[in-house]
């Protein structure tokens, strides 16, 4: 598979709930129109230069993606998260607060508080991608 193609992979937890990993391309012209519980990871390898990806964690009642502008120069040691943006998420039988989405030169995280509709209890969500070199690591916890 190219590493400008969109790239998806679903595994089941050890409850028996999948978990599908999204990470795909955007040009910029293209991102610019969008304004207890276990962690699973994903991996992904970036080309060189600069480029724009959503990166997507779903299961079958919870959705959360953002974009992320990223730089990898030849000199991959100084790779960065320039920017995390434009989130969007969907929820089936709750709702999520204090949402934030925050990013370092490494690290772009999307968290938030999940309340369960009929006092079924909450958690804290995120999706978190977590750049080394022109290596991209996505983990969540939803």
Avoid: C
Avoid at 12 to 34: A, H, Q, W
Avoid at 69 to 80: A, G, M, R, T
Wanted: aromatic share 14%; hydrophobic share 35%.
């Amino acid at each position: 598979m190219s590493n400008q193609e969109k790239q998806e992979i679903s595994i089941v937890d050890e409850f028996g709930k999948e978990i599908t990993f999204i990470v795909e391309p955007f040009t910029l012209s293209e991102s610019m129109n969008y304004d207890k519980v276990s962690v699973f990871s994903y991996q992904h390898l970036f080309p060189y230069g600069k480029s724009t990806y959503q990166v997507k964690a779903t299961t079958p009642y919870m959705g959360i993606s953002y974009f992320i502008d990223v730089n990898i120069p030849n000199n991959i040691e100084q790779s960065q998260i320039i920017k995390a943006y434009s989130y969007d998420y969907w929820i089936i039988g709750g709702t999520l607060n204090n949402i934030t989405l925050n990013h370092t030169d490494q690290t772009a995280k999307f968290s938030a508080d999940v309340s369960w509709l009929g006092g079924l209890g909450g958690a804290n969500v995120y999706v978190k991608a977590i750049l080394s070199g022109n290596l991209l690591t996505i983990s969540t916890r939803m």
